[in-house]
C-alpha cells in the first residue's frame, strides 16, 4: 500500500506502526529519556514510542511539545517518523530544530486519519516527499 501525506518535515524512517487511540501532549505525556509514553489518562500509557512510526490523530497540548521532541531525537529515543491526522506546527519545529542542530529528525507529514486507519499493523516505511508504504 501507498499513501502520500503532506509534508511538514521531510525526510524518510522506518519502523513498526503505532497507532494511538487519542492526542498525545509530548510535554508531560512523553518521557523524553525514555521514549514512552507517561501520560496516566492515555489509553497508550507506558508504550514505546521510540523507533516507530507514529500515527497520531492530533498532537494535544504545549508549545513545549517540540523541545521534548528534540530532547528524544537527541537521546536517541525519537519515533522514526511521525504521522499526524492534523498539521501540527509546534511539534514539527522541534524536528526543524533538530535538523538545524546537525541530528537527523523524523520526517512529519500530515496524514488524514482515513488514511491512517487503512495502514496494516506491521513495518511502515515513510520516504522524502511525503510516501507512506506499508
Known amino acids: 500500500m501507498v499513501l502520500t501525506g503532506r509534508v511538514l518535515v521531510d525526510g ?9 487511540d487519542e492526542p498525545l501532549s509530548f510535554w508531560g505525556g512523553v518521557d523524553p529519556l525514555r521514549g514512552t509514553i507517561i501520560d496516566v489518562r492515555h489509553p497508550q500509557c507506558g508504550a ?9 490523530p492530533a498532537a494535544r497540548g504545549s508549545s513545549s511539545s517540540s523541545s521534548v521532541l528534540l530532547e528524544l531525537v537527541a537521546q536517541g529515543k525519537a519515533p522514526a517518523a511521525i504521522l499526524l491526522g492534523e498539521a501540527d506546527a509546534i511539534l514539527a519545529l522541534g524536528a526543524v530544530v533538530a535538523r538545524e542542530m546537525g541530528w537527523t529528525p523524523p520526517p512529519v507529514l500530515e496524514l488524514r486519519p482515513a488514511d491512517q486507519a487503512r495502514l496494516p499493523a506491521g513495518l511502515v516505511r515513510v520516504e522524502p516527499g511525503g510516501r507512506v508504504l506499508a
Open 12 to 20: 524518510s524512517g522506518a519502523g513498526p506502526l503505532l497507532r494511538l
Open 48 to 56: 514505546s514510542i521510540a523507533g516507530t512510526v507514529l500515527a497520531l
